[in-house]
């Protein structure tokens, strides 16, 4: 089983819509978690951080459950730009692996118009 | 310019053929990362790095070995490619303080046939 684990993609949506990708992670000892975000053929780049009191950031809402391991990512109001690859990546803190990032396959969004 | 940067940005090679993936960085982070992608499997860590005199192998270190040659430098050598090797792979910075966010370079796309 992989530490960390996404809904299979793709998810074809149009613009406007509402999507939510949910995301587990095995390890209890993870300490940080994130989504990153990644177009294609480029690199991953931080989308938002994960706070276990829920964040958001305009259309954009993050959740943590760590009692059920359970990391969610919504997005309202989907744009075409919208359209790329999310990663949810968690962290494990033990000495001398400060930064150690454990990221899930990834979900494909793709956002018709 | 950009704050990471990664040379080559393409490479085709062939079986048993040394390479060397070269990274530069920026940023002033101490913490340097290679990683490589694989199609359906996210992410994963090759070596890091948290200074010059600091070296650590990560998941998939095997068939891959690394370099860093100064603080802004980290290089990634497979001595004899094999084409199992065949991925896009990632280097990223981390600062030693603050928030757990990495920053990637652009990618090297490497094809080992």
């Known amino acids: 089983r992989k530490e960390v684990e996404q809904d299979p993609g793709p998810f074809n949506v149009p613009e406007g819509a509402t999507v939510a990708f949910n995301c587990t992670y095995s390890n209890s000892a993870s300490q940080s978690f994130f989504w990153y975000r990644q177009d294609c053929r480029k690199e991953p780049k931080l989308l938002m951080s994960?706070?276990?009191s829920g964040n958001e950031d305009g259309r954009f809402t993050a959740q943590l459950n760590r009692a059920s391991q359970y990391i969610s990512l919504l997005i309202r109001d989907s744009k075409l730009s919208d359209s790329a690859t999310y990663l949810c990546v968690v962290t494990r803190s033990f000495y001398n692996q400060g930064g150690k990032l454990i990221f899930g396959q990834g979900t494909e969004l793709s956002v018709k118009p | 310019d950009a704050d990471v940067t990664q040379t080559p940005r393409n490479r085709i090679t062939k079986t048993g053929k040394r390479i060397m993936l070269e990274c530069s960085q920026t940023k002033g982070h101490d913490r340097m990362y290679w990683y490589r992608q694989d199609p359906g499997l996210g992410l994963q860590l090759i070596y890091y790095?948290?200074?010059?005199?600091?070296?650590n192998k990560g998941e998939i270190s095997d068939g891959y070995s690394v370099s860093r040659q100064a603080q802004a430098k980290f290089s990634l050598s497979l001595e004899s490619a094999i084409p199992n090797q065949t991925a896009l792979y990632f280097c990223?910075?981390?600062?030693?303080?603050?928030?757990?966010?990495?920053?990637f370079g652009p990618g090297t796309r490497l094809t080992v046939l």
């Open positions: 790095s948290f200074d010059v005199k600091d070296i």
């Open positions: 990223a910075t981390r600062s030693g303080r603050g928030p757990n966010e990495q920053f």
């Open positions: 994960v706070y276990s």
